[in-house]
């Protein structure tokens, strides 16, 4: 079955980068994505990469993608307080159903 | 952007009611809707995948008899919680993929807490 890790807790300091890991299985993935969840809320999507992408910039967001070794990253520069959140890789794969496989999250935390 | 809209955020029940969430696509028709419940400090499961006009297709050990999912429009999926227990106390947040969107994005609610006593 599909499996997808994060480690499970990161801290930084206000303005430090942070890089969030990721790694999953399912070879036959078609798009990796990155959601946002603050406290109390639903998911909100920050970025996404297509499989045969490498590497997508967008703003204070960096997403690496290692596709042989099945390891996503996504880094944030300039690490701000509002940045402390639970951050979340996703998985789709090709088979048609188009659902996103999660992976367990990742709590950011910055210290001022 | 998108915006998918549930309700309601917060709803504390008794035991052996029956509960229902609501999730609309605002701004979009959405044929297909899923629906995923979140444990504390957990990742979110997938519970099941709504289609409009036909019946939810359910994941692996989730009871279909207890989550009744109706997915009666384009806009509009309902996840009914029948006689609830504590043990289905948790976040369920639903997500909808707009049709035109070729690389399956799919927006999310906010989510709704459900507190059985």
């Known amino acids: 079955g599909e499996d997808v890790e994060q480690s499970l807790f990161l801290s930084v300091r206000e303005g430090d980068s942070s890089v969030i890991n990721c790694t999953y299985t399912?070879?036959?993935?078609?798009?990796l994505y990155w959601y946002k969840q603050e406290p109390g809320a639903g998911l909100q999507l920050l970025t996404y990469?297509?499989?045969?992408?490498d590497m997508k910039q967008d703003q204070r967001l960096t997403v690496l993608l290692n596709k042989k070794d099945k390891h996503l990253s996504l880094r944030i520069a300039d690490t701000q307080t509002g940045d402390s959140a639970i951050y979340f890789c996703?998985?789709?794969?090709?088979?048609?159903?188009?659902?996103?496989?999660f992976g367990t999250g990742t709590r950011l935390t910055v210290i001022p | 952007g998108a915006v998918v809209s549930q309700h309601p955020s917060w709803v504390i029940c008794k035991s052996g009611t029956s509960v229902k969430i609501e999730c609309r696509s605002l701004d979009f028709q959405a044929t297909t809707m899923f629906w995923y419940r979140q444990f504390p400090k957990q990742s979110l499961m997938l519970m099941a995948t709504?289609?409009?006009?036909?019946?939810?297709?359910?994941e692996q050990g989730v009871e279909k008899d207890k989550f009744l999912i109706n997915h009666a429009s384009l806009t509009l999926s309902t996840l009914t919680v029948t006689s609830a227990h504590p043990e289905d106390s948790s976040f369920y947040i639903c997500?909808?993929?707009?049709?035109?969107?070729?690389?399956?994005?799919?927006?999310f609610g906010e989510g709704s807490r459900l507190t059985v006593l």
């Open positions: 997500s909808a993929r707009e049709q035109k969107w070729p690389t399956g994005e799919l927006f």
């Open positions: 709504s289609n409009e006009g036909s019946k939810a297709t359910y």
């Open positions: 996703a998985e789709m794969q090709d088979t048609g159903a188009n659902n996103l496989f």
């Open positions: 399912d070879s036959s993935s078609t798009y």
């Open positions: 990469i297509f499989s045969n992408m």
